[in-house]
């Protein structure tokens, strides 16, 4: 990991999309597990996105919700798939 991890960071409108863990994502490992939880514990989207996104619905709902969804896709790609990139960077070269 290059960057720490961060409790409760701000996100952008729009999650990182591809195949290549960025930056932002590692800053933002803590953001995508706290989305995968409500995701699997049936929590409101607006609810989450006020909570873990600092987004307001109330006031932008469909750039709110837009938000949580990218967020919350790249959450499942990250635990379906980008894991091992992840641990494919953290294991060194092996000749």
Not at 9 to 25: F, L, N
Request: hydrophobic share 35%.
């Amino acid at each position: 990991m290059r960057v720490p991890v961060e409790l409760d960071p701000d996100v952008d409108d729009e999650a990182p999309a591809g195949e290549v863990i960025t930056i932002y994502d590692e800053r933002h490992f803590v953001t995508y597990l706290r989305l995968l939880d409500a995701k699997a514990e049936g929590a409101n989207w607006k609810e989450v996105a006020r909570i873990v996104l600092h987004r307001d619905p109330a006031a932008e709902e469909s750039r709110t919700y837009r938000c949580w969804q990218s967020h919350l896709e790249r959450a499942q790609w990250l635990s379906r798939e980008g894991y091992r990139r992840i641990l494919e960077q953290a294991t060194p070269n092996k000749a």
